[in-house]
């Protein structure tokens, strides 16, 4: 624990001025990021009387070692640079909302030369135009159903529609009339992009304007005694208004708002959002956090505005945005949430009518999600520990291990041997620290030595890494240790690069585990316990899981620990250990696709992938290549002819492969290799 005074600034050292800090703990990475109006001011009530401070800051302040500033010029640029550096170096201490699903939004790809509209998750594209988020994907399907009999927009794959030009059929939906098929030029791509356009326009709330206009084509059709048109467009129209009744009208029409409630205790905080366009509610989401940081309902508010809008542009920032508080500088704010949309954005707190009765559900929302939260939270916590105590009691360990690394070793008879390196914190996955190593201190199949190779290059680089950050005075590893195999830049293995200057990012390798487990029985565990002692590392435990009959080895034991089947801490051990495998047997998978597809043009030296792929373009094969003269070879372009003679040479000294066969019926297939450089 660190004393706060050790690192405070002098007197008259920070400016009194708008700004953003930073807090580092004493591995230099960033735990804290703030910003302030005045830095002097702000920073000043860290370094009083650590009695007088909120306990999660005072966890902060005795974490930290170190704390700088950035000075900006007004309160908007200290918003976005506290927002970049959240995002850039994820702080601990920091509030970050878990967004509790991936929700699917409605897109309409206008970026396509043929607009297409589709259920879409995840990041958002450039080019997309996204409405919603919704609950549910049914729920857009049925929507996108009901529209499509007005604006008939394709919503099929690029291959189906590639598929349906080659044919010069539509699929089902160009027949029924619910596409207008412009894979087969029915409509030109101006008029399929005008539809798609109208379809946006009705999605964004301008309705009225359709419908009323559906309606005086049906009058205008039914006086001059066209029946039948008539009577489509009053199915049109009725369309229309299904599809609008399934968002509920709430507030005035042609209003565009963002309604945000937020539901706290004293450890958590639940955030539930209402998109209201139009008038009406055209998606719903919620986060959850915990309050790592000494934070009020300001506070959470200002975090949530950003995490919802910092990636958003243009019309995704609505003109209105409702809130249950202010944030600390509310015109700040406005203006950072105005540059953001192009336009005036009005934050502020309903007082009356019907948007303070919507704020009252959204609020309603917010307590019924933090409740459901924390139910599933207290349960899921509480098994959680006490299989990491059970884990503990079972192999003598002081404390619980809060991280724990799993490494496995995956081949196939021997070819393509990796290892894969899984770590999980509190209990759960941390695939953001997942590691995968190819083994090249040797060839061949030997568990064992891939074990102690894998054990010794991790820590290894651990060891660079305390010694480089100054906790290690020298290197304790003994003199007539190997060094870890040396490795080509770009091949996958997490030792390429040597360790970065100090930026606040978590290192790969910075932090030691409390346990480590192998994939394995007893010699494993022998390998990887013999590493760390080559290393002179003696405070990190080691154990086995076999497979046969799910055993747990310890170093030197020559019996295992049996731990019950209905253990807490042996089904979180047999999480680890199957998240290992499945990690490793992916990459070797990986390795293996990508050596089969490997070409015979691979090993010609100096030529690149255009240039491959232009002689398999040019001659259709590489069957047919190793089959052409020098002559023809040269006349692709970009061949010249000193590669051409390259390339001939080449394919003249590859052994042809057997000829596959078929075991249907015994005859002799004649391979065509086109794609074999792919």
Known sequence: MADPSSYRPKPGQIPDSPGVYRFRDEHRRVIYVGKAKSLRQRLANYFQDLANLHPRTRTMVTTAASVEWTVVATEVEALQLEYSWIK???????????????????????????????????????????????????????????????????????????NAARTGRPCLLGYIGKCSAPCVGRVTPEEHRELADDFCDFMAGRTGTYIR???????????????ERAARLRDDVEALKRAMEKSAVVLADAT?????????????????????????????????????????????????????????????????????????????????????????????IPQRGDKKDLMVTVQRNAQQALGLHKTKRAS????????????????????????????????????????????????????????????????????????????????????????????????????????????????GDPFDNEPREDDGRPK?????????????????????????DELGIDDIAVCGLAKRLEEVWLPDDDDPVVLPRTSEGLYLLQRVRDEAHRFAITYQRAKRAKRIRSSPLDAVSGLGETRKQALIKHFGSVKKLKQATID???????????TAETVAVALASTTPAAPAVNTATGEIIEEDDGGSTS
């Open 632 to 642: 023809e070879i040269c006349e692709v372009p970009g061949i010249g002819r000193r």
């Open 380 to 491: 899921d916590l509480t098994t959680r520990s006490r299989a990491l105590e059970e884990i503990a009691e079972a192999l003598g360990l002081e404390t619980a291990p809060l991280r724990i690394e799993c490494f496995d070793i995956s081949h196939l008879q021997g070819d393509d041997v990796v290892a894969s390196m899984v770590v999980f914190e509190d209990g759960l996955a941390r695939k953001s620290e997942y590691r995968r190593f190819q083994i090249k201190g040797f060839e061949g199949q030997d568990d064992v030595r891939s074990m102690h190779e894998v054990i010794g290059r991790r820590f290894r680089r651990y060891l660079q890494e305390k010694e480089r950050t100054g906790e290690w005075e020298e290197s304790p590893a003994p003199s007539g240790a190997v060094p870890a195999p040396e490795t080509a830049a770009g091949d």
């Open 256 to 348: 565009d708002a963002d309604l945000i409630a937020v539901a706290e205790d004293e450890l958590e905080a639940a955030v539930q959002i209402f998109h209201v366009r139009g008038g009406r509610v055209r998606g719903q989401r919620g986060w959850v956090t915990d309050k790592v940081e000494a934070v009020d309902t300001s506070g959470l508010v200002e975090h949530a505005l950003q995490q919802l809008y910092g990636e958003e542009t243009g019309d995704s920032v609505p003109k209105e945005v409702l809130v249950p508080a202010l944030p600390e500088d509310p015109e700040a704010v406005s203006q950072w949430l105005a540059g953001r949309r192009g336009s005036q954005v009005s934050l502020r």
């Open 88 to 162: 850039e170096f994820d702080p601990r201490f920091n509030v970050k909302y878990r967004d509790d699903k991936s929700y699917p939004y409605l897109a309409v790809t206008l970026n396509e030369e043929f607009p297409r509209v589709q259920v879409m998750r995840g990041a958002k594209k450039k080019g997309v135009r996204y409405f919603g988020p919704y609950g549910h994907a049914w729920a857009i399907r049925e929507t996108v159903d009901l529209m499509l009999r007005v604006f008939p927009v394709r919503t099929c794959s690029a291959g189906v529609f590639k």
């Open 508 to 532: 790969r390798f910075a932090y030691p585990p409390q346990l480590v487990v192998v994939d394995g029985g007893q010699p494993q565990v022998a390998a990887a316990k013999r590493a760390l």
């Open 213 to 227: 206009r559906l309606e005086k084509d049906m009058m205008a059709a039914a006086e001059e005694m066209e029946y």
